[in-house]
């Protein structure tokens, strides 16, 4: 909503500056978002009145005007039609910006100097008209400053209006707001026109057969008008609210949408047929061209204004291209009129055509303001377009406003906010908003008839909002709640998340956070088969593109883009993980089940290139690695991994594991499909790693077992063996434990070497045993037999060769 | 005799000056001082000497005996005090460490965020992101056909199930599932479909939620205050601006002073000073009446925050969209 400061201090006399004003409206629930400044080139343009006429020398579209500009005559050069003598017109003088950006100088035009010059509207930035310079009151006093002599708009609030405050949607709203705030007086501009001629109830009629959909409908009747050009301060506020003037009677109508909020429409009453307004439904897929020339199919939910033959206007939204005022029109019916919100709104939207008028209607118009706007156009008409409005008006109103009656408790609202305060002082910032307060019997009660341009008060804690806001928010104590100290329950998958991020960054992940969006290509990218539950994905009807038109159902496609996005800056080596629902779509269910996940991807080198650690590219231990430090790190042991059964599509076929804990599987592990990194452009390997938080959630958390410290110390013992390089480490690692006496407490593998003076197909692997006893120290005597019984086995079962 | 002695005196002093460590100095004591050592011999052998060069000899290998002693507690004493500046490690390699992963920035935000609020006692709930029209919108107040829609511009997977627009459904999910009174505090994602250069199509908030028998404006200011006190510093003023919100009355928008210009006014606050940080009220009764509970038993307060915007201002990140490309040199800030 944009408000002209001098046109809003017309209604209110408040004494504060642009900037105070913007502060109280502020925190008084009108967000100013600006302070617009118009006309700040103007201010060394003033009125001046021509003297003489005279042909310019050298050519012949140009005259030499001189004028009266308050000191001496001045002569300008002026190309415009219209200069002639006695003439009241805008001189701007060099240094003059005028609208548009022309600076104003000192010129030299066809041999004659020219010191500055006479400006048309469209120069001054009041209006669109160019056609000649501008004709002015010839009552001013030449000299005068243009701005102070038209009283042209300098400053314009811009406020951004709540959907709960329609009436704050013009400048007799907001200056309500504003006396409220002041305390100052509001002053209603003059509304009743002078009435000649034969009343309008002989003329014309109105009869509404929708009174659900249009609760009021007054008109007045104007007659004998001359279409025209606005007076220069009219267009100037319209502009300044962003209007574009278009005549005189049209203007009317806007500025007093502008100035009471009542959206208006002014009919040529010549073009209605039989002299009759009909206000009623449309019929279904009827047909009706809006005044901007399209032509619109209507549903049945349409409100159509009609003559007694056609329809003339789409209710609220819009005027009919048949009816709208022309330049020959005489004969003026004006409509202000209350449609019901949902209404215009579904058409409104249905349309997609959203107005002025529609919006104001939407939002609640003050449905007992109808008649004053009526009387107040056709007043403005009979002043500035020579009207002759007919006595009387005509004023059907089906559905009066019915106030509310609000019982209140001066106890509740200031308990409600926090504050102490007494009747009087409780009841006093809802008199100054223009409310009907009274008393109750007790010193405690009263009640508020909010009038019909505050119908968003229904209830007693509205009354206790508007309290609040004209008393002032800042007002109101800060205070700390009482309340039982009780320990929520705790958070445990909140918690379980945390310590999953902790973790994987100890390790070296960065997090990343993707859109839970995906491409529809996705479930392709990742090869999954026609039947894969992944593939049910949930779509979006109004997405904002095709890449983001499902929601995900696997965080991979996501962590793939971010790796090809980081190598494309060349950041080579890149360890990502996200935390993060995907969305599972479920054929029974309103909802889509959000699964909780964690993904992680590795690529480049494990350790970024340094003085010190070798150049290791990421591998899929690297990926088990990070399995591991994640889960045994959420407390959880015995993790079990293998390759799954069946190898999920986007991953390696044996370059995968499953790991498991309890016999619940918690996730998977392993080389992306080559094929799968190149749908998104990764040109190296990467290791994907994938939990499901959900399982990962019911085992974590179980408090850790404390065993006794070991009393005496242990053995250790060292084997290494040269393998076939297609033996498993793992099955050696298992093959150590076959029948193991107790006093064996851990194998490890400490060492994998592949190289000289192995053969080539070889590899070496060393084991370390430990024993130990918990009655005694054991002695390398006694576990020698064991250990070496071990090595026997490992090298006849897997074919090795012991190595010194 | 004597040259021996000499001899003798000047390897024991040279060896010592080069021990580089204890051990060695253990051995050149047994060496040249121990009962078998090349010094005690030689003056063992003072015997075989003629009787006029006895004393004179005893007295050199005394002396020498004592120079190497004396020597080897100099030796003793360097070596405890560790080598020359200029003989240890280049102090100059860049250390040896782990990589170290960061959390992204959300993340961070949010655990301040959510740290304030749980130490004050609110409980920590997740609720699902895709929602039906009933708790995202009707539920919370806001009726279909009602213009405040126009607020929030939805993403919708059917008539009646939505993208979550902000993270207010978990007031209404909580307040089913449990009686007041109750305070909790709900982190997670929100979805609008906009998309420029200071909105993304999601986003993340923090929603809290405080109700009791006798919550009031006054302890919503309370505890928001604490919280900016928290986040954003103990001298950073707020302010608390009449707002809308249909799930809430009265509203207000929290304002905190700007806390790149010091509410000097500069390009990030508008010139107003003012940063708008989170948006808060008191719970209007018509959700409470949604959830089954009595609005005249019951009051209390509803607030909601950006993530992305308050890491915004607490480290000076000046694009939304960084928050969601993942790139490591954003990241790696952090």
Same mark, same amino acid.
């Given at each position: 909503m944009l408000v002209p400061l001098k046109w809003l201090g017309e209604f209110v006399d408040h004494g504060l500056s642009a900037d105070e004003l913007a502060a109280a409206l502020t925190m008084g629930g009108l967000e100013v978002e600006g302070v617009i400044e118009r006309?700040?080139?103007?201010?060394?343009?003033?009125?001046?009145?021509?003297?003489?006429?005279?042909?310019?020398?050298?050519?012949?579209?140009?005259?030499?005007?001189?004028?009266?500009?308050?000191?001496?005559?001045?002569?300008?050069?002026?190309?415009?039609?219209?200069?002639?003598?006695?003439?009241?017109?805008?001189?701007?003088?060099?240094?003059?910006?005028?609208?548009?950006?022309?600076?104003?100088?000192?010129?030299?035009?066809?041999?004659?100097?020219?010191?500055?010059?006479?400006?048309?509207?469209?120069e001054l930035g009041v209006s669109d008209d160019h056609s000649g310079i501008a004709e002015l009151p010839a009552s001013l006093t030449p000299g005068t400053p243009i701005v102070e002599a038209l009283g042209l708009e300098t400053q314009v609030l811009e406020i951004g209006v709540t959907p709960n405050r329609g009436d704050a949607l013009s400048l007799l709203g907001v200056a309500r707001d504003v006396a409220a705030l002041t305390g100052r007086p509001l002053t209603l501009p003059p509304d009743q026109p002078p009435e000649t001629g034969e009343p309008i109830d002989t003329q014309a009629a109105v009869e509404i057969k929708a009174p659900e959909a249009c609760g009021r409908y007054a008109a007045r009747l104007v007659r004998s008008v001359t279409i025209g050009p606005s007076p220069l301060w009219m267009c100037d506020r319209l502009m300044a609210c962003d209007l574009r003037p278009i005549n005189n009677v049209v203007d009317i109508t806007n500025y007093i949408l502008m100035e009471l909020g009542?959206?208006?429409?002014?009919?040529?009453?010549?073009?209605?047929?039989?002299?009759?307004?009909?206000?009623?439904?449309?019929?279904?897929?009827?047909?009706?061209?809006?005044?901007?020339?399209?032509?619109?199919?209507?549903?049945?939910?349409?409100?159509?204004?009609?003559?007694?033959q056609k329809p003339v206007a789409l209710a609220g939204v819009m005027g009919?291209?048949?009816?709208?005022?022309?330049?020959?029109?005489?004969?003026?019916?004006?409509?202000?009129?209350?449609?019901?919100?949902?209404?215009?709104?579904?058409?409104?939207?249905?349309?997609?055509?959203?107005?002025?008028?529609?919006?104001?209607?939407?939002?609640?118009?003050?449905?007992?303001?109808?008649?004053?706007?009526?009387?107040?156009?056709?007043?403005?008409?009979?002043?500035?377009?020579?009207?002759?409005?007919?006595?009387?008006?005509?004023?059907?109103?089906?559905?009066?406003?019915?106030?509310?009656?609000?019982?209140?408790?001066?106890?509740?609202?200031?308990?409600?906010?926090?504050?102490?305060?007494?009747?009087?002082?409780?009841?006093?910032?809802?008199?100054?908003?223009?409310?009907?307060?009274?008393?109750?019997?007790?010193?405690?009660?009263?009640?508020?008839?909010?009038?019909?341009?505050?119908?968003?008060?229904?209830?007693?804690?509205?009354?206790?909002?508007?309290?609040?806001?004209?008393?002032?928010?800042?007002?109101?104590?800060?205070?700390?709640?009482?309340?039982?100290?009780?320990?929520?329950?705790?958070?445990?998958?909140?918690?379980?998340?945390?310590?999953?991020?902790?973790l994987m960054a100890a390790q070296g992940f960065d997090e990343a956070i993707n859109y839970s969006f995906a491409h529809p290509a996705d479930v392709d990218h990742l090869r999954l088969a026609p039947d894969d539950p992944?593939?049910?994905?949930?779509?979006?009807?109004?997405?904002?593109?095709?890449?983001?038109?499902?929601?995900?159902?696997?965080?991979?496609?996501?962590?793939?883009?971010?790796?090809?996005?980081?190598?494309?800056?060349?950041?080579?080596?890149?360890?990502?993980?996200?935390?993060?629902?995907?969305?599972?779509?479920r054929p029974d269910e309103q909802l889509p089940r959000e699964p909780m996940r964690m993904g992680a991807v590795t690529a480049g080198l494990a350790q970024p290139a340094s003085w010190w650690a070798g150049e290791q590219p990421v591998s899929l231990a690297h990926a088990r690695g990070a399995a591991e430090f994640l889960l045994e790190g959420l407390g959880l042991d015995s993790l079990q991994f293998a390759a799954p059964q069946d190898t999920p599509p986007y991953f390696?076929?044996?370059?995968?594991?499953?790991?498991?804990?309890?016999?619940?599987?918690?996730?998977?592990?392993?080389?992306?499909?080559?094929?799968?990194?190149?749908?998104?452009?990764?040109?190296?390997?990467?290791?994907?790693?994938?939990?499901?938080?959900?399982?990962?959630?019911?085992?974590?958390?179980?408090?850790?077992?404390?065993?006794?410290?070991?009393?005496?110390?242990?053995?250790?013992?060292?084997?290494?063996?040269?393998?076939?390089?297609?033996?498993?480490?793992?099955?050696?690692?298992?093959?150590?434990?076959?029948?193991?006496?107790?006093?064996?407490?851990?194998?490890?593998?400490?060492?994998?070497?592949?190289?000289?003076?192995?053969?080539?197909?070889?590899?070496?692997?060393?084991?370390?045993?430990?024993?130990?006893?918990?009655?005694?120290?054991?002695?390398?005597q006694e576990v020698l037999p064991d250990f070496e019984a071990r090595v026997a086995t490992l090298l006849k079962r897997f074919g090795g060769q012991r190595r010194a | 005799m004597f040259a021996k002695l000499q001899e003798t005196l000047e390897d024991a002093l040279a060896q010592v000056a080069e021990a580089a460590d204890a051990e060695t100095l253990s051995r050149l004591r047994s060496r040249f001082l121990g009962r078998k050592g090349r010094l005690t011999s030689l003056l063992r052998q003072t015997g075989?000497? #003629?009787?006029?060069? =006895?004393?004179?000899?005893?007295?050199? $290998?005394?002396?020498?005996?004592?120079? @190497?002693?004396?020597? +080897?507690?100099?030796?003793?004493?360097?070596?405890?005090?560790?080598?020359?500046?200029?003989?240890?490690?280049?102090?100059?390699?860049?250390?040896?460490? #782990?990589?170290?992963? =960061?959390?992204?920035?959300?993340?961070? $935000?949010?655990?301040?965020?959510?740290? @304030?609020?749980?130490? +004050?006692?609110?409980?920590?709930?997740?609720?699902?992101?895709?929602?039906?029209?009933?708790?995202?919108?009707?539920?919370?107040?806001l009726p279909p056909d009602h213009p405040a829609r126009d607020m929030q511009d939805t993403f919708y997977i059917n008539d009646n199930v939505v993208l979550r627009t902000h993270t207010s459904p978990a007031q209404i999910r909580v307040m089913e599932a449990n009686q007041p009174p109750l305070r909790i505090v709900c982190p997670g994602k929100a979805f609008r479909r906009d998309s420029d250069v200071t909105h993304t199509p999601m986003f993340h908030q923090v929603e809290g939620l405080m109700v009791g028998a006798d919550i009031a404006f006054a302890d919503l200011k309370g505890i928001l205050t604490t919280f900016v006190h928290q986040v954003f510093g103990d001298d950073v003023p707020l302010?608390?601006?009449?707002?809308?919100?249909?799930?809430?009355?009265?509203?207000?928008?929290?304002?905190?002073?700007?806390?790149?210009?010091?509410?000097?006014?500069?390009?990030?606050?508008?010139?107003?000073?003012?940063?708008?940080?989170?948006?808060?009220?008191?719970?209007?009764?018509?959700?409470?009446?949604?959830?089954?509970?009595?609005?005249?038993?019951?009051?209390?307060?509803?607030?909601g925050m950006g993530v992305e915007r308050i890491a915004m201002l607490l480290w000076g990140i000046d694009d939304l969209r960084l928050f969601f490309q993942n790139d490591l040199r954003f990241l790696r800030q952090f």
């Open positions: 006309h700040q080139g103007l201010d060394q343009v003033v009125v001046a009145r021509v003297l003489k006429v005279e042909p310019h020398p050298n050519a012949d579209r140009l005259s030499l005007v001189t004028v009266d500009a308050g000191d001496q005559p001045q002569t300008v050069v002026c190309g415009a039609p219209n200069a002639r003598v006695d003439l009241v017109t805008a001189l701007a003088l060099p240094g003059a910006v005028l609208a548009g950006g022309l600076e104003v100088g000192q010129a030299k035009i066809r041999g004659v100097v020219s010191r500055g010059m006479l400006a048309s509207p469209r009542q959206p208006l429409h002014a009919f040529d009453f010549n073009r209605l047929a039989g002299g009759r307004i009909v206000v009623r439904h449309a019929t279904p897929g009827e047909k009706f061209t809006t005044l901007d020339g399209t032509e619109r199919q209507l549903s049945d939910q349409a409100l159509l204004i009609c003559d007694s009919g291209l048949n009816s709208e005022i022309a330049d020959d029109t005489t004969e003026v019916l004006i409509e202000s009129a209350f449609f019901d919100p949902l209404s215009i709104r579904r058409t409104s939207k249905r349309l997609g055509l959203s107005t002025e008028s529609s919006y104001r209607f939407e939002r609640t118009i003050d449905q007992d303001g109808c008649a004053r706007a009526a009387h107040r156009a056709a007043r403005l008409m009979a002043e500035l377009a020579g009207g002759q409005v007919a006595p009387g008006v005509i004023d059907v109103h089906p559905r009066p406003f019915k106030p509310a009656n609000i019982t209140c408790s001066t106890r509740r609202i200031s308990r409600y906010l926090g504050l102490e305060l007494d009747r009087d002082q409780t009841m006093e910032p809802l008199v100054r908003l223009g409310l009907t307060v009274s008393p109750g019997q007790d010193d405690d009660s009263f009640t508020v008839r909010p009038p019909a341009f505050r119908p968003d008060l229904e209830r007693p804690v509205d009354i206790s909002e508007e309290v609040a806001r004209i008393y002032g928010f800042d007002h109101i104590p800060v205070r700390s709640p009482v309340a039982e100290l009780a320990a929520p329950p705790r958070a445990a998958d909140q918690r379980l998340r945390g310590r999953v991020r902790d992944l593939r049910r994905v949930v779509s979006l009807l109004n997405p904002l593109s095709v890449e983001q038109s499902v929601l995900r159902t696997s965080l991979l496609p996501g962590l793939l883009a971010a790796v090809r996005r980081n190598l494309g800056h060349r950041v080579p080596d890149v360890a990502l993980f996200e935390v993060g629902r995907v969305f599972w779509s390696q076929a044996g370059a995968c594991l499953a790991v498991e804990s309890s016999g619940r599987a918690l996730g998977r592990l392993g080389e992306v499909h080559p094929r799968v990194r190149a749908a998104y452009d990764v040109d190296r390997p990467v290791f994907y790693l994938e939990m499901d938080l959900d399982a990962v959630g019911q085992l974590s958390g179980r408090p850790p077992v404390f065993k006794p410290l070991p009393r005496f110390p242990g053995i250790t013992l060292d084997m290494a063996m040269a393998v076939d390089q297609a033996v498993p480490a793992g099955q050696v690692i298992a093959a150590a434990w076959d029948d193991a006496p107790d006093t064996l407490r851990d194998v490890s593998l400490f060492d994998v070497y592949q190289g000289k003076p192995l053969a080539k197909d070889q590899k070496s692997l060393g084991l370390r045993f430990t024993y130990r006893d918990d009655q005694r120290t054991l002695t390398e | 075989q000497l #003629p009787a006029d060069q =006895r004393p004179a000899f005893g007295q050199a $290998a005394n002396q020498a005996k004592q120079q @190497v002693e004396a020597a +080897l507690a100099q030796a003793k004493e360097r070596l405890a005090a560790g080598p020359a500046a200029d003989q240890g490690p280049d102090v100059t390699l860049p250390g040896i460490r #782990p990589r170290r992963g =960061r959390l992204h920035p959300v993340t961070q $935000a949010m655990r301040l965020v959510l740290d @304030v609020f749980t130490r +004050l006692g609110f409980d920590v709930v997740q609720t699902p992101e895709v929602e039906t029209d009933w708790y995202c919108f009707e539920a919370l107040n302010r608390f601006r009449p707002s809308f919100f249909p799930f809430t009355e009265p509203s207000a928008e929290v304002d905190i002073g700007c806390v790149v210009c010091r509410g000097q006014g500069c390009r990030v606050c508008g010139q107003t000073g003012w940063l708008e940080i989170l948006g808060s009220g008191m719970v209007d009764p018509n959700v409470f009446i949604n959830v089954g509970y009595d609005p005249d038993e019951v009051t209390g307060f509803a607030f």
